[in-house]
């Protein structure tokens, strides 16, 4: 509340009693005690004024202390949120109702309505940051043959049939589209930070059916000796890269391997003086969408029917880069997994009953990568991974073979592969960037042969990336795409795509 005008009141009023008292007690004093009361007033308005200028003064300092706490999460307490309240008052900004303001991690303020607040209010009472984010995506794709998937693209059909799998296809979709939410405590509990993400996309079987379902979902917690344990879905723990492309799709099956599924971790991050750090991640992970597959056609997830969990782990070494003067850094890293999956040997019959054969089985899934990044002249990237290993297809490798099954009376065979890509992306500018690369998947021809025929699967590609505003950006990508078959004739496509995008 502002007490100035009361202030300049409450001392004129005590000047002019003051006056009277002196007139009545002692005329010939007139004339001194008009010129004190005179210089009474002109002091009384000096100390308005800098009263005015040091509240001004303070209003601006508290701003700036409410921006620096939005911008590092910090949740405000009643008392600055009762400051920031008055400070948007001074600003004639309306308040609502409720009077609740909230401020962004940019520093920017806005009103809330009561139902919203309300769904914040929860939980910054116990210390918690809530930031949405996300992007919407329109993506116009153009294939000149058939893709596994319309709007992604995992391998391409085989040739035949009278060229009906030959046929160009164009595709609309925003499958791609994401919304999450981050959560995470402002300061530090028992020595520890919590802090959590929930994210979804659209995904689906095509673009005409958009599927609501959810990518990542787990907390974490972590402590300031570089400890941290995370409980939930999210990435594999080998994964390190990334291909600097924009199909959907993220080169799955052809040289990057890559899923999310639940798991429980463990990760400890040394940093030393030299600008360097080493982060070593260790946990279990377990079934998760498509892990595995239903080979058997049981209607149960193979890696769901094994008592086994997948042992992941991952060795990273980053730093600065001490060649250019800039913050970017490089990495270099190894990781990989093993477990088991189980099979039923229940087979479909000719009528469409299932039949078993014999006892149920377990197959080895294993894996082994090395994985890099490496910016160099200030404006390149060069980004890359090799890996090798069997029974991968649960983890988008060996072209999505998992076992190769010749006598349903009999054990299959686990379908080993090799494959990796590499790319080069150019920053030319904040606005523009380029990229391109190449990446393959190879899987054993004797065993693939018996599994889905698909014996290599390779794709080079080059992007063009426009940032457009903080929120607005466009890219354009062509590819040329190649799946190889052992008993059936090859397939190869070029493929178009662009893609608009809304951040928030």
């Known amino acids: 509340m502002k007490i100035y005008p009361y202030m300049k009141k409450i001392l004129l009023a005590l000047a002019w009693t003051t006056s009277l008292i002196s007139c009545a007690d002692a005329a010939p004093a007139d004339a001194v005690t008009q010129a004190d009361l005179k210089a009474l007033i002109e002091r009384i308005n000096r100390l308005e004024a800098e009263n005015k200028a040091q509240a001004k003064r303070i209003a601006e300092l508290e701003g700036r202390v409410l921006s620096n706490k939005a911008a590092t999460g910090a949740v405000l307490p009643n008392e600055a949120a009762t ?26 303020k806005f009103l809330l309505a009561d139902s919203t607040a309300n769904l914040f209010q929860p939980l910054t009472a116990q210390g918690l940051t809530f930031t949405p984010y996300g992007y919407i995506t329109f993506e116009a794709i153009h294939n000149t043959h058939k893709t596994d998937v319309d709007a992604y693209t995992d391998w391409l059909r085989p040739r035949g049939n009278g060229g009906k799998n030959g046929d160009h296809q164009t595709v609309f979709s925003m499958n791609d589209s994401i919304l999450g939410f981050n959560v995470g405590s402002a300061e530090l509990q028992n020595g520890w930070k919590f802090g959590g993400k929930f994210e979804f996309d659209l995904a689906g079987d095509d673009a005409d059916h958009p599927d609501f379902h959810f990518r990542h979902l787990y907390f974490d917690m972590e402590n300031k000796d570089g400890w941290s344990f995370l409980f939930g879905q999210t990435w594999h723990i080998w994964k390190m890269v990334a291909p600097q492309e924009i199909d959907g799709a993220w080169l799955e099956q052809t040289g990057y391997p890559f899923r999310r599924s639940p798991q429980a971790r463990v990760t400890k991050r040394w940093e030393f003086e030299d600008g360097g750090a080493i982060e070593a991640r260790v946990g279990l992970v ?55 999956d189980k099979s039923h040997r229940v087979f479909m019959d000719e009528d469409g009953g299932f039949e078993r054969y014999g006892k149920s089985d377990e197959y080895d899934s294993d894996m082994v990568m090395v ?39 009999r054990k299959g065979r686990e379908v080993s592969t090799v494959g990796g890509f590499a790319d080069l992306r150019f920053d030319l500018n904040d606005m523009w960037a380029f990229a391109v690369g190449y990446g393959a998947d190879d899987p054993t021809d004797r065993e693939a042969k018996h599994a889905a025929d698909r014996i290599y699967n390779g794709r080079a590609y080059a992007d063009v990336f426009y940032q457009f505003n903080a929120n607005i950006r466009f890219a354009l990508e062509y590819a040329r795409l190649q799946t190889k078959y052992y008993a059936q004739d090859d397939a190869d496509d070029d493929r178009i795509q662009f893609s608009a995008y809304l951040d928030f």
């Open 83 to 108: 400051n920031e309240m008055e400070i948007a008052k001074d600003e004639d900004t309306q308040v609502g109702e409720s009077g609740r303001i909230w401020t962004t991690g940019n520093g920017k």
């Open 286 to 340: 377990k079934n998760g969408n498509g892990m595995g597959g239903d080979r058997d056609g049981d209607a149960n997830q193979d890696n769901t029917g094994s008592a086994w969990c997948l042992v992941e782990g991952a060795l990273l070494y980053d730093r600065r880069t001490f060649w250019e003067d800039t913050d970017r850094r490089w990495l270099v890293g190894v990781g990989g997994m093993y477990g088991r």
């Open 371 to 409: 994985a890099g990044k490496l910016p160099f002249l200030e404006k390149f990237t060069l980004t890359g991974q090799l890996f090798a290993g069997e029974n991968l297809g649960g983890v988008q490798a060996g072209i999505g073979q998992t076992v190769a099954i010749t006598d349903p009376t």
